[in-house]
Each structure stands twice: as structure tokens, then as C-alpha cells.
């Protein structure tokens, strides 16, 4: 039997499940809500063709801490583009003009409650792809079809999690990798999709989510907040009233429903494979005049990543890298202790059994007004909370001093 990725460090990118030439390999949902896989004894013929796919196991490692890639700060110049991006829509204005060129573009779409990789050469499903799903997405087979158009002599651009990326880098033959364009993003880590579930149950009209973050106040560097938005049947859509928290997107922020190997990523690095890292520029004071539409962290590891952003239509200016490296510690440093605190130990028990207003006081820290008995969680939550942060900034930092002295 293949040597995979186990239920602690599987990213669920499904590289292996795309290479598998007897189907062998099948999906399977874990207790804690993530995807991960099972592989079918009875159809296996130990090729290890997934071995050598897999991200985590196959020793080909994703990227390094050096600063040999150019750090930029930018923004889509097409205004209907940049606004329905997460942050600038630097992705959308890629995807666009692949697609405008005969390409293809994949990217992450919701459909109902679940988020899903697709492939599109539609213009009109383009603002599907754009902004950010708060959520763990699936890949399915779309490496599979990927594939295909590539051989098919199309070029193809794939904007997802590095994890995803690292995978489908695996698994295209090298021979096609020229008409392959990547660019992952800046990840903090996937939440549990059991917490949109549980939030539609506490809402039953809801059947989609229609924005998990949107610029309806502005991007901002300091103070921002997500802003969820979802559908019901009609097509109304609903808005979070503001002040108030929700499971699904101050629960991402909490980082308690992660999937596990998210709390020791090992595809967080300044120096990537992909052609391209997208981020925020947290803490930006260069551009001022840019935070109401976003101002994105781009990180190209890649001439041809330099290349698409010229293409695109992408301003950009080269800035220093410590502007990101300081405000946004994901991009390379992958490590959190919350994996270690009891209640991202308790996820698989608590997510089902607790009621909905204490589900949201423990996995999305919404402690306002709560009774006197949970002041002693509040205390815990506060302490166990800033020694986490205090652990990430202090090894961060000792990583930011060794970059940038060398
Ligand atoms: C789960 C998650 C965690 C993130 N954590 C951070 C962080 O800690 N720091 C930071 O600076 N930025 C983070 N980002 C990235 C940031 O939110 C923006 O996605 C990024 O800056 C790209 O913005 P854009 O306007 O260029 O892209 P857009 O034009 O809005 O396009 C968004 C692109 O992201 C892809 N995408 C969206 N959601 C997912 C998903 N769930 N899985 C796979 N692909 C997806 C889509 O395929 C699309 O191509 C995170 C994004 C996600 C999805
Ligand atoms: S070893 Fe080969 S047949 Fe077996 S699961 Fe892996 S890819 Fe499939
Ligand atoms: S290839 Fe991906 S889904 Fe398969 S075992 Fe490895 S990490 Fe998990
Ligand atoms: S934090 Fe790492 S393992 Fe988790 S989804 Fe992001 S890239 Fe994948």
C-alpha cells in the first residue's frame, strides 16, 4: 500500500486522487469536518504514482525562506475588477486576461454551502472565481481537466491554496509546465466547512454564501473587518448586520477549526514554486490614497509571474520586503500553537453537540454579553490567545532578522 500523507498532515488537495490510474483513491470526511482520503485496497496495484504526487510526502520542497523573489505592491487597474476582489483583484485581472488571450482559468467557486475548484474559458463565470471563500475548498478532479486542456496545446492559469498548487505542480508533467501559469495566496490556514453548515442551520433560508468579504466600506489596512453576505432561495441577499459576530467568518478569523496540517503548513515561504504569491499589504503607509479599493501583496517568484502582471493590466511598484514580511508572518511561517488548545482538540465533539450561542463563543471568540459562568473561558480564552500570538511574533521575528541580514 502507498505511503500517503496521514489524518495530521493531508492538505486534502487531492493530487493523489487525480493520479491514481485505477480510481483507487476516494474522498472521505473527517470527524473535525476537513476532506481527506482512503485509498481502496482491493483496486490498489502499488504504482505509487500518488506518492510521488503527494506535496507532503514526496520530498519536493515547495519553496525557501530567501529573498530571491521581487516583493510588489499592486492593484488591478480595471475598476469593476479590482472592486470584486478580495483585495485588489490581482487574481481576476489575470484569470481575465488568460481567458481574453483563448486560455482558461481555475479558480475557486461556492456552490451552495460547499467551495469547489473550476475551470472556465467564460468571461461570465469570471466573477465566480473572484474574492475570498473563507473556507476549505475541494479539488475534486480539476487537476485531471487541467491536464487535458493543457495537453489540448491550452494555456491554463490556476490561482488556489499553495498546498493545491504544490499538488497540481506534481502532478502536470513537467513538458506542459510552460503553458501552466500558478499563483497561490498569502493562506492563515482553511476553516472547517461544518461552520458554514451549522451557521445554515441556525439560518434556515439561507442557501448560499454570496461574499465572505466585499469592499461595501473599503479595504483597510488597519480596522478591517469581513463582511458576510449570503443568499436564500429568492436570490435576497442578506447582510451581517455590523457589530455583531458570526461562526463563519470571525470563526476563520479564530483559527480554531483549521485543518490540521494548517497549523504546521509547510508550503509557507517568501520563495515559492508558483509563478506568483497574492496577499494584503497590511500595514501599508506608502498608498495611501489606494486603501479604499486594496492594495495587494504580490510576490513574483517567476519572469513569466512578472510577465502576466504587465499583461494584465496590473500597476504595480517594487517595494521593500520587509513592508510585508513584518505585517503578514503567513507568508512564511506556517507554524500556530492553537493546534495544541483543547478546544480545536474537542472540535470533532463540540461542533455537533454545543448550542449555536456558545459554538459562537468558542469558535468565534464572541464573549460580548456573556454570562457571568463564562468569564473564566473569557480570561482563558484572552491568555491562551496572547501566548500564541507572543510564540508566532517571536519566532517570526528571529526568521525576518535572518532574511534580511543575509
Ligand atoms: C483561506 C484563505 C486564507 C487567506 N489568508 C490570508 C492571510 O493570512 N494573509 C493575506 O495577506 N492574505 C490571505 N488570503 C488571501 C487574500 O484573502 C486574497 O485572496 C488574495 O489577496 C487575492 O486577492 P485578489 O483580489 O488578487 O484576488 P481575487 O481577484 O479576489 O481572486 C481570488 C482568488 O483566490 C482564489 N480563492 C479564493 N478562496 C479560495 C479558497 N478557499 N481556496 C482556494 N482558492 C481560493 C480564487 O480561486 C481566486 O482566483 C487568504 C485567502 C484565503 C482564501
Ligand atoms: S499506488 Fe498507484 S494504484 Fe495504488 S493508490 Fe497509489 S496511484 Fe493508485
Ligand atoms: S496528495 Fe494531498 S490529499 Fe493525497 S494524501 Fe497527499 S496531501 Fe493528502
Ligand atoms: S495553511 Fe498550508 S496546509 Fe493549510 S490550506 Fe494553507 S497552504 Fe494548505
Known sequence: MPELATDKTCTGCMGCLNVCPKDAISTRTYPDGHLGISVDPDRCIECRMCEKVCPVV?????????????????????????????????AGAIAARVVADGGYAAGAVMEGLECRYTVTSDPAELPRLQGSKYTASMPGTVMRRIRQLLSEGNQVFFCGLPCHVAALLNYIPEKLHPLLLTADIICGG????????RYAEEHPEMT???????????????????NLKYVDAEGTVHDTPSGTRNLITDG??????????CYDCRFAFT????????????????????????????????????????????????????????HNT????????????????????????????????????DLRGAPWYWMPFALYRVVSFRIAEKIKQLKSRYIIRHLTQD
Not at 520530498?59 to 475598476?79: C, H, M, V
Not at 504580490?298 to 510577465?307: K, L, M, N, T, V
Open 208 to 226: 448560499g454564501v454570496a461574499s465572505f468579504r466585499n469592499k461595501d466600506h473599503g479595504w483597510h489596512p488597519k480596522g478591517y473587518r469581513y
Open 190 to 197: 482553511v476553516s472547517s466547512p461544518l461552520l458554514l453548515k
Open 330 to 365: 503567513r507568508l512564511f511561517y506556517g507554524k500556530s500553537v492553537k493546534r495544541f488548545l483543547p478546544e480545536r482538540r474537542l472540535l470533532p465533539r463540540l461542533i455537533r453537540r454545543l448550542s449555536y450561542p456558545a459554538l459562537l463563543r468558542v469558535y468565534a471568540s
Open 271 to 326: 520563495h515559492r514554486r508558483s509563478d506568483l504569491t497574492l496577499g494584503d499589504l497590511w500595514g501599508d503607509t506608502r498608498f495611501p490614497a489606494q486603501h479604499h479599493d486594496g492594495v495587494s501583496a504580490i510576490i513574483a517568484h517567476s519572469p513569466r509571474g512578472e510577465e502576466i502582471l504587465r499583461m494584465a493590466g496590473i500597476a504595480v511598484s517594487e517595494i521593500p520586503a520587509a513592508d510585508v514580511l513584518g
Open 252 to 261: 476563520f478569523a479564530c483559527e480554531l477549526t483549521d485543518r490540521r496540517s
Open 58 to 90: 514526496n520530498g519536493i520542497p515547495y519553496g525557501e525562506n530567501n529573498l530571491k523573489s521581487r516583493f510588489l505592491a499592486g492593484w488591478a487597474q480595471d475598476t469593476e475588477i479590482r472592486r470584486r476582489g478580495a483585495t485588489s483583484g490581482i
